[in-house]
């Protein structure tokens, strides 16, 4: 396999799409690419070239390649696809949709903003950005390849629901309501649903319902009163 199939296959590059250019000194440890599609050449010709883009280019950051940052740059499709590009980001959005799954996926799993920044080399402000538009409703991250559910991080003798359980969505939506004590908990639940409102995406509704899980598992000393009743939901 050629090195360029290699390195397509990595950043999920299919066809008719393929990179047209690289370089690796615009940045320190940065390689940027120019994405394009394929359109066949005529018939006195064999193989294929890239299509003149049309429309204005746009910049995403991409999965790192190793140890150095990605960005792809390329002109938006003039069809609509039906399926998200794993390259291709939202407008607006600094991450392709690979790379926000992927940072959604260390969310779910409680990693910090600072690690992430660190272990991904992104700035605060982008990663910032790009949290606040999911709990505002203004990105998605559903897929074929949806962000995968995290490994439970409760203890084992924990009292707290698993983050999978209805419940938490049923919390969220209002579906069901508790007796707070705990006004840390009446702030955050209160936030959560004015987002919860907004957010659409199924797979950041459930990015949701896993942070409000979590509180639970960090605070279970502390919301015995609370903890209460949602157990005895969570049975219903």
Same mark, same amino acid.
């Not at 390259?87 to 790379?99: R, S, V, Y």
């Not at 990693?111 to 538009?133: G, M, R, T, Y």
């Given at each position: 396999?050629?090195?360029e199939?290699m390195?397509?296959?990595?950043?999920?590059?299919e066809?008719?799409?393929h990179?047209?250019?690289m370089r690796n000194?615009?940045?320190?440890?940065?390689?940027?690419l120019?994405i394009a599609?394929e359109?066949p050449?005529?018939?006195w010709?064999f193989?294929a070239?890239s299509?003149s883009p049309?429309?204005n280019?746009r910049?995403w950051?991409?999965?790192?390649?190793?140890k150095?940052?990605?960005i !792809?740059?390329?002109?938006?499709?003039?069809?609509?696809n039906?399926?998200?590009l794993?390259?291709?980001?939202?407008t607006?959005?600094?991450f392709?949709?690979?790379l926000?799954?992927?940072i959604?996926?260390?969310?779910?799993e409680? !990693?910090?903003?600072?690690?992430i920044?660190?272990?991904?080399?992104?700035?605060?402000?982008?990663?910032?950005?790009f949290?606040?538009?999911?709990?505002n409703g203004?990105?998605?991250l559903?897929s074929p390849q949806?962000?995968?559910?995290?490994?439970s991080?409760?203890?084992?003798?924990s009292?707290?629901?698993e983050a999978?359980d209805p !419940?938490?969505?049923?919390?969220?939506?209002g579906?069901?309501?508790?007796?707070?004590?705990?006004l840390?908990?009446?702030?955050?639940?209160?936030?959560?649903r004015?987002?919860?409102?907004?957010?659409?995406?199924?797979?950041?509704?459930?990015?949701?319902?896993?942070?409000?899980?979590?509180y639970?598992?960090r605070h279970?000393?502390?919301?015995?009163?609370e903890l209460?009743q949602l !157990?005895q939901?969570?049975g219903?």
């Amino acid at each position: 396999m050629k090195p360029e199939d290699m390195l397509r296959q990595a950043l999920e590059i299919e066809a008719p799409w393929h990179i047209s250019r690289m370089r690796n000194d615009l940045g320190k440890q940065q390689i940027d690419l120019w994405i394009a599609q394929e359109a066949p050449r005529s018939a006195w010709f064999f193989g294929a070239k890239s299509s003149s883009p049309q429309g204005n280019e746009r910049i995403w950051r991409h999965v790192n390649i190793g140890k150095a940052r990605c960005i !792809v740059h390329a002109v938006p499709p003039s069809a609509p696809n039906q399926q998200p590009l794993p390259w291709f980001g939202e407008t607006d959005q600094p991450f392709t949709h690979a790379l926000a799954r992927q940072i959604a996926g260390m969310f779910m799993e409680g !990693v910090s903003f600072q690690a992430i920044c660190s272990l991904l080399d992104i700035p605060v402000a982008e990663l910032w950005k790009f949290k606040h538009n999911l709990d505002n409703g203004k990105a998605g991250l559903s897929s074929p390849q949806a962000v995968r559910t995290a490994p439970s991080t409760e203890p084992s003798n924990s009292a707290v629901p698993e983050a999978v359980d209805p !419940v938490w969505e049923k919390l969220l939506d209002g579906s069901i309501n508790l007796d707070i004590h705990a006004l840390s908990l009446k702030l955050l639940l209160t936030k959560f649903r004015e987002q919860f409102l907004l957010i659409t995406d199924a797979d950041v509704r459930m990015l949701k319902t896993h942070e409000m899980q979590r509180y639970f598992v960090r605070h279970e000393k502390l919301l015995g009163h609370e903890l209460t009743q949602l !157990v005895q939901l969570a049975g219903l």
